[in-house]
């Protein structure tokens, strides 16, 4: 998996391309930690490039969600491909992220 990193304002937005597995796990929680440690409060998290999420992969998003909230910040999904939503409906994880179609609504819906 890759992880692209750019920032607008003071939003990170990272692209992720590939597949989110419990082999590729550890890089997205080692960069969400990095960045939350960095003083980072806003993420957007781009899914169009990216194939295949499983259950670790998802942990991954939970634990990052948590450690934001502990310091007001926010996450938001943009641009999952049909089946990556259908895994993130079934979890229930629908409900606790805030997913929008477009990596710019995504953006526009943490200002």
């Known amino acids: 998996m890759e992880i692209t ?4 304002n003071n939003i990170i937005i990272l692209e992720l391309k590939g ?3 419990v ?3 550890n890089l997205l929680e080692e960069k969400f930690t990095a960045l939350i440690e960095h003083g980072e409060r806003l993420l ?3 899914f169009s490039r990216l194939d295949y999420i499983s259950s670790a992969g998802l942990r991954v998003f939970l634990i990052a969600a948590k450690k934001l909230k502990n310091v007001n910040g926010k996450i938001a999904l943009s641009s ?3 089946q990556i939503k259908e895994v993130f409906d079934i ?5 606790i992220f805030s ?4 990596q710019e ?3 526009h819906g943490l200002q």
């Not at 990193?5 to 607008?8: D, L, W």
């Not at 979890?91 to 409900?95: I, K, L």
């Open 5 to 8: 990193e750019n920032k607008r």
């Open 19 to 21: 597949n989110l597995n």
């Open 23 to 25: 082999m590729t796990t």
């Open 91 to 95: 979890a229930g994880f629908s409900s």
């Open 99 to 102: 997913i929008f179609n477009s």
């Open 105 to 107: 609504d995504a953006v």
């Open 44 to 46: 957007v998290v781009d």
């Open 80 to 82: 999952l491909k049909p």
